[in-house]
């Protein structure tokens, strides 16, 4: 075998090596309790990012994060992106180092949901689940491709939380959202930890012990663009909900989606999975990607106007 094959076998062996250290480090369970959360820049502008931070180290949101869902207890985690009653549109970002949490932009202006009369911004406590991801490569549901993001939740619990936060949640049900064309599951769950988690164990139970949350969801979903000009969106389903035990296959589904992803299987055609590997290095430093936090958090820029007013609006 001569000097030149033997090399290029050893490059091949190293590179692939490399990959399976990389995917079991995001398949790696970790302690939720140490994973802290670092804003940094000016909030409402587009400076802004919230990093996810564990043992001194940038991990992603989308990637490290353990979903750990559990069908027989109905459980999973969740990541909050978005407070109840809050207008500011924070997604996790798919694409930047790191996955940091940021406010979604359009036209060089971060992006707001308006005030749909009688609501105040968002209706539930809003995020999604760590390491799914609904595939646009692959058509679903009535032919609709995924919406190349993890899937979303709507958490119904007492408490307000946290851009950031990080919660163990019990699985309800779901409804399956047309967005601009393409499939977006809006999850229903409540935090393990909540008064009413302890009541509810299947979607049908919010209907008794939530009267009108499941009827108001779907409707707000259904007008929520409509102060921006935009049609009302549609569901797939005749807009009905599905329970638990379908949600969790729908869940599956998305984190098997998301293994071939990391795993190089499924490039997706949008995400650069590999540039958004385990950030290494301490607050402060991040030096493997090159990305500094060194950008502290400052006072938050102000809201338009236009976005505090309520709008006053039906599909109807």
Same mark, same amino acid.
């Given at each position: 075998?001569?000097?030149?094959?033997?090399?290029?076998?050893?490059?091949?062996?190293?590179?692939?090596?490399?990959?399976?250290?990389?995917?079991?480090?995001?398949?790696?369970?970790?302690?939720?309790?140490?994973?802290?959360?670092?804003?940094?820049?000016?909030?409402?502008?587009?400076?802004?990012?919230?990093?996810?931070?564990?043992?001194?180290?940038?991990?992603?949101?989308?990637?490290?994060?353990?979903?750990?869902?559990?069908?027989?207890?109905?459980?999973?985690?969740?990541?909050?992106?978005?407070?109840?009653?809050?207008?500011?549109?924070?997604?996790?970002?798919?694409?930047?180092?790191?996955?940091?949490?940021?406010?979604?932009?359009?036209?060089?202006?971060?992006?707001?949901?308006?005030?749909?009369?009688?609501?105040?911004?968002?209706?539930?406590?809003?995020?999604?689940?760590?390491?799914?991801?609904?595939?646009?490569?692959?058509?679903?549901?009535?032919?609709?491709?995924?919406?190349?993001?993890? =899937?979303?939740?709507?958490?119904?619990?007492?408490?307000?939380?946290?851009?950031?936060?990080?919660?163990?949640?019990?699985?309800?049900?779901?409804?399956?959202?047309?967005?601009?064309?393409?499939?977006?599951?809006?999850?229903?769950?409540?935090?393990?930890?909540?008064?009413?988690?302890?009541? =509810?164990?299947?979607?049908?139970?919010?209907?008794?012990?939530?009267?009108?949350?499941?009827?108001?969801?779907?409707?707000?979903?259904?007008?929520?663009?409509?102060?921006?000009?935009?049609?009302?969106?549609?569901?797939?389903?005749?807009?009905?909900?599905?329970?638990?035990?379908?949600?969790?296959? =729908?869940?599956?589904?998305?984190?098997?989606?998301?293994?071939?992803?990391?795993?190089?299987?499924?490039?997706?055609?949008?995400?650069?999975?590999?540039?958004?590997?385990?950030?290494?290095?301490?607050?402060?430093?991040?030096?493997?990607?090159?990305?500094?936090?060194?950008?502290?958090?400052?006072?938050?820029?102000?809201?338009?106007?236009?976005?505090?007013?309520?709008?006053?609006?039906?599909?109807?």
């Amino acid at each position: 075998m001569s000097v030149l094959r033997t090399f290029k076998i050893m490059s091949l062996n190293t590179r692939a090596i490399a990959r399976l250290n990389l995917t079991q480090q995001h398949l790696a369970p970790r302690r939720l309790s140490t994973i802290a959360n670092i804003n940094q820049g000016t909030k409402y502008t587009s400076d802004f990012k919230n990093y996810a931070v564990q043992n001194n180290k940038v991990i992603s949101y989308f990637h490290d994060v353990p979903l750990e869902l559990n069908p027989t207890t109905k459980e999973a985690n969740i990541v909050v992106e978005i407070p109840r009653w809050t207008n500011a549109k924070f997604e996790i970002n798919t694409k930047l180092p790191g996955n940091p949490i940021v406010q979604d932009s359009k036209s060089d202006k971060v992006r707001y949901v308006k005030n749909l009369f009688p609501h105040h911004g968002y209706i539930h406590n809003y995020g999604a689940f760590p390491q799914t991801w609904e595939d646009p490569t692959t058509q679903h549901v009535n032919g609709l491709y995924g919406d190349n993001d993890p =899937v979303d939740v709507c958490e119904i619990g007492s408490r307000i939380l946290h851009t950031g936060d990080i919660k163990r949640v019990k699985i309800l049900g779901a409804i399956a959202l047309i967005d601009d064309g393409e499939l977006d599951w809006k999850v229903i769950v409540v935090d393990v930890e909540d008064p009413l988690a302890k009541e =509810v164990y299947d979607i049908h139970h919010l209907y008794t012990k939530c009267p009108g949350l499941l009827e108001t969801t779907r409707q707000w979903f259904m007008d929520y663009k409509l102060p921006d000009g935009k049609p009302p969106n549609a569901f797939a389903f005749n807009a009905v909900y599905k329970n638990a035990k379908e949600t969790i296959e =729908v869940i599956k589904q998305c984190h098997q989606s998301w293994k071939a992803l990391v795993h190089g299987e499924n490039r997706g055609g949008k995400l650069p999975t590999i540039a958004n590997t385990t950030l290494q290095g301490t607050p402060g430093y991040v030096d493997d990607l090159g990305v500094k936090l060194d950008n502290p958090s400052k006072p938050d820029a102000e809201i338009p106007l236009e976005i505090q007013r309520s709008y006053f609006m039906t599909s109807d």
